[in-house]
């Protein structure tokens, strides 16, 4: 034991004292703050407003675009009706309008409805077409309407507005968008342990290779055994990841301090404007904040940690065994690639099973089933457990997690004790199979 | 004299290819211990086994008579052919870490380093990197992990190479000192006149089977022909050479001397020395007799080809 615990110390101080990961801890952070910065002043930059000309013969639907009380702030419509449409046509590039809108004269709405056009030099976008689309349907299922001699006023009156109220079966009320929230915090974590698995498993293998290619891992194994060495080095290499992890979040905290802070100043002028009124919005914001602070508080915040730190250990050692024994069976990081492959796909895969099949549906059999693959299961579950996953689905999802960290400890160990001894040919599939029976 | 290792009936395959076949050795104590053997004999995995670095198929190993087991790691030291240390790591630090394996204390670990820094008078090395050092400085740092934490069995596999004949020297004088402090020595080299020079015991593996092994002096003796190198002044030489085919099997010889005498190699067969040597003296003046001892070098050639 004392052994391994001289390697992880060796492994994490040689770690840590590297130049790389000092820049990494550091200025990783500043670069995100940056760039995040950045990210937020593109965003904020006045989109320029693009100009669609609207040539309206039917004088049915110009005014859905142009009246004042639809504000649209990345479009801006013009009343081109007068003009001619050849000329229109014509003058889309000359002009810079972005499109012209082409509505027919025609009252039946049937044939109304496939002979609008939409002239542009480029191709617009889905949202933008979709936009176009709601708001004529919308006024031509209302001039339908109005010809068929119903009321709008009772139509109107007939529209149901729905809003559902989500509410727990513990009998508490929801905020809405919550479950985005959900999706943010275990998508993070998901996202995070990922970035790990890939950035400390490499650093494993990078450091396997290294003793393999200074030579030195005879001398070492000569003195220990490989699979001592094996663990030292995949335990000392996840306390440096966890030292970085946790340098990131004070410096996130302090940030966020810092930002605060910097924020509370700007917003101190605008509160001049009109004291009630500031109050009054305070007053509602604060009980948004207030609520959705107490359904963050209500978030299964215990699982979700004690999840962080389980799933990270079980998908961090699983991953990392593999990185291990892959680093022994090659000589040089070139050699690496047909190997990490295989690694990275399920990586991949999980993370989109988590972004697009957990948010649809948390509980769905894809989600369940991928949440307990052990080589999945941790970003999937992760992503689950805001949602709140039933504890028997932790229980078996954590039992195979570890089992095959057992099983794959094992057989990497194999790989590793055959591939630290071995120089100068690149191994197959094949070969590795076969060191796995020596 | 008991023995410090003794390696019984050794098997070891890779998949199908047999690296060592039922091998058996016994190196005494105290001796310096020859392991010969041309490329791919299994020397390499023969000492990985005592290393336990890797395990024999079948077959066992006592070292000081007991059942080699993890705990035997410290009292072995072990310089292998492929040298290498952490490139970035100090050099101090590196030694203190390595020998800290082998079950020093770091304050005995350091108090050792200590005396062998000052020994190969290297102490202003401790804070560089191995990067920085030339081959031949980061070998002796290599040396100096190996002999760290006092082992009883030393294993060196080519300890030689990259050393100028200087450093080379200074290395070999290091080995015969930890002899005389009761180390015994396994030394696989291709070197032959350093076996010649250090070895007392000899074994000699040869695709995959031990083919000799005994006290060099005694494998001498078993490879000599009864072969006599004779150098002799004669006016007669026909007569002469006439009367020693007669008798024994004669080779021209070449050895070095300062006269211009007739040189030959006399195989002897049952015949006394004394007998050949009468018969010279009749024939002319003799200025050099003496028995051919086959050379480690000879017996490893002869025995590697023959088989």
């Excluded at chain 2, 009367?243 to 049952?270: C, H, M, W, Y």
């Amino acid at each position: 034991m004392s052994i391994i615990s001289l390697i992880i110390k060796r492994e994490f101080i040689s770690k840590v004292r590297n130049k790389s990961f000092i820049v990494m801890t550091f200025l990783s952070p500043l670069l995100f703050v940056a760039l995040a910065g950045f990210v937020g002043y593109l965003s904020s930059m006045k989109a320029d407003t693009k100009q669609i000309a609207i040539h309206d013969e039917s004088g049915l639907f110009v005014k859905e675009f142009t009246s004042k009380n639809k504000k649209d702030a990345d479009y801006k419509y013009l009343d081109l009706s007068l003009v001619d449409l050849q000329y229109l046509k014509d003058s889309i590039t000359n002009e810079s309008y972005e499109g012209l809108l082409y509505i027919p004269k025609s009252t039946n709405s049937k044939e109304l409805e496939n002979s609008i056009q939409f002239i542009s030099n480029d191709s617009p976008s889905i949202s933008f077409t979709q936009k176009i689309q709601n708001i004529i349907e919308a006024k031509l299922t209302k001039t339908n309407l109005v010809n068929a001699n119903l009321d709008t006023l009772v139509i109107n009156k007939a529209q149901a507005n729905v809003n559902i109220n989500l509410t727990k079966a513990s009998g508490e009320e929801s905020v809405k968008g919550l479950n985005e929230i959900k999706i943010g915090i275990g998508g993070a974590f998901g996202y995070l342990i990922m970035m790990f698995i890939i950035i400390y498993g490499n650093m494993v293998m990078r450091s396997v290779i290294e003793e393999k290619t200074s030579r030195i891992v005879e001398i070492i194994i000569s003195s220990v055994k490989p699979f001592q060495l094996m663990i030292g080095k995949i335990i000392g290499t996840s306390l440096a990841g966890l030292l970085q992890f946790f340098i990131w979040a004070a410096i996130g905290l302090l940030l966020m301090f810092a930002a605060s802070a910097f924020f509370g100043v700007n917003v101190g002028p605008t509160a001049r404007i009109s004291p009630e009124l500031m109050d009054a919005a305070q007053q509602e914001m604060a009980g948004t904040v207030q609520m959705y602070i107490k359904e963050l508080w209500n978030l299964p915040i215990a699982s979700i940690l004690i999840g962080f730190v389980v799933y990270f250990i079980g998908g961090y050692f699983l991953y990392s065994s593999f990185y291990a024994a892959i680093g022994a069976a090659v000589d040089n990081q070139t050699d690496s690639q047909q190997f990490l492959l295989p690694i990275m796909m399920p990586l991949i895969l999980a993370v989109y099973i988590g972004f697009f099949t957990v948010i649809n549906d948390p509980h769905g059999t894809v989600a369940v089933i991928f949440s307990m693959i052990p080589l999945t299961s941790p970003i999937v579950m992760l992503m689950r457990i805001p949602f709140g996953v039933p504890l028997w689905q932790i229980a078996i999802s954590v039992t195979l997690l570890f089992a095959s960290f057992f099983a794959v400890v094992w057989f990497a160990a194999k790989i590793y004790r055959i591939g630290i001894l071995m120089y100068g040919k690149k191994p197959s599939w094949m070969e590795l199979y076969k060191w796995l029976k020596y | 004299m008991s023995n410090i290792l003794e390696v019984n009936k050794v098997v070891k395959r890779y998949g199908d290819y047999v690296a060592l076949n039922e091998v058996t050795l016994a190196v005494p104590k105290g001796s310096i211990y020859g392991l010969l053997g041309p490329n791919g004999a299994g020397k390499t995995s023969l000492i990985r086994i005592i290393n336990q670095i890797t395990l024999p198929d079948s077959g066992q190993i006592l070292l000081d008579g007991e059942k080699l087991q993890p705990k035997h790691v410290q009292y072995i030291g072990y310089l292998p052919e492929e040298r290498g240390l952490y490139n970035t790591m100090k050099v101090g630090e590196q030694c203190l870490y390595l020998a800290q394996m082998k079950g020093l204390s770091k304050a005995e670990a350091k108090k050792q380093l200590e005396y062998w820094f000052d020994r190969l008078e290297i102490q202003g090395w401790w804070n560089k990197k191995i990067q920085e050092l030339s081959k031949g400085m980061a070998q002796k740092i290599q040396f100096v992990v190996c002999v760290l934490h006092k082992p009883k069995l030393l294993i060196f596999d080519e300890p030689f190479s990259g050393f100028d004949p200087v450093n080379a020297n200074i290395i070999k004088d290091e080995i015969l000192k930890l002899r005389e402090d009761g180390a015994t020595i396994i030394f696989s080299t291709h070197r032959m006149e350093s076996v010649e020079e250090l070895c007392d015991h000899i074994a000699l593996i040869h695709k995959s089977n031990k083919l000799i092994e005994g006290k060099l002096n005694d494998v001498k003796r078993k490879f000599k022909t009864n072969s006599y190198e004779v150098g002799i002044l004669s006016d007669n030489v026909e007569g002469l050479m006439y009367d020693i085919t007669q008798k024994f099997t004669v080779r021209p010889a070449n050895f070095k001397s300062l006269n211009d005498s007739l040189k030959l190699e006399i195989q002897l067969g049952n015949a006394s020395p004394n007998d050949l040597l009468s018969l010279l003296t009749k024939r002319g003046q003799v200025n050099h007799f003496v028995e051919k001892i086959p050379t480690v070098n000879d017996i490893f050639i002869q025995t590697v080809s023959d088989k």
